[in-house]
């Protein structure tokens, strides 16, 4: 089955800094690769995703890269703000089984 | 549309009892997933229905199960309850199998 892999596991920024989240998948057949944002006390939710026929995909602060070569994608938060500080999940979907990372906890510092 | 939604939200159990929880998903889904979160231990995914058969199971002990009606409601059962079993369980519908996964606010458990 699907294994993913994210890296860091805990992440501290300074506001205004860059943050940047990776993971490895080893299904060569995956598809599909969404991110969560879980803020403190919340259900996760969809951030962005990108498919297998996209390198990048970027929506304001947000982008999204992937390798399907060496079979990896990550997470680029520009210019943090604290409402960014959360737990950032990864995910890939092959055979149609989502499996998830462990989590990153980003923390934005004032 | 309203959100998932999941009762109870939260539930006191002691060890050796049995618990059911209860997902609603998003009008028009048909894929219910269920997940276990704990601290430290990310999203552990549980079991996948789609139009009420089972298509994917993770690693969990026989004692958890769960099912799913024509409506696409779910429901997860979790018998002989352990201390281990306390977390946070997370259901999430979706409108494909393994598609978008839309979250509920979850069923806080408490074994004690």
């Known amino acids: 089955g699907e294994n993913v892999e994210q890296h860091p596991s805990t992440l501290s920024v300074q506001e205004g800094d860059s943050a940047v989240i990776k993971c490895t998948y080893s299904?060569?057949?995956?598809?599909?690769f969404p991110w969560y944002k879980q803020e403190l006390g919340k259900r996760p939710q969809l951030i962005i995703d990108i498919r297998s026929n996209v390198g990048e995909k970027k929506d304001q602060r947000i982008a999204v890269t992937l390798n399907k070569t060496a079979k990896h994608f990550s997470l680029h938060i520009t210019e943090t703000q604290p409402e960014d500080s959360a737990v950032y999940f990864c995910?890939?979907?092959?055979?149609?089984?989502?499996?998830f990372g462990a989590g990153t906890t980003v923390t934005v510092r004032a | 549309k309203a959100g998932v939604t999941q009762t109870p939200r939260y539930l006191i159990k002691t060890r050796g009892q049995q618990v059911t929880l209860s997902c609603s998903p998003i009008s028009g889904h048909r894929s219910v997933s269920w997940y276990q979160q704990t601290p430290g231990q990310g999203l552990q995914f549980l079991f996948e229905?789609?139009?009420?058969?089972?298509?994917n199971k993770g690693n969990f002990p026989g004692r958890f199960s769960g099912r799913q009606f024509s409506n696409s409601r779910s429901e997860m059962n979790v018998s002989t309850l352990e201390l281990g079993d306390s977390a946070l369980y997370l259901c999430a519908s979706s409108s494909v199998p393994a598609g978008d996964q839309y979250f509920g606010p979850g069923t806080r458990l408490l074994v004690l």
């Open positions: 299904d060569s057949a995956s598809n599909y």
């Open positions: 229905y789609f139009s009420e058969t089972q298509r």
């Open positions: 995910a890939a979907r092959g055979d149609y089984k989502l499996s």
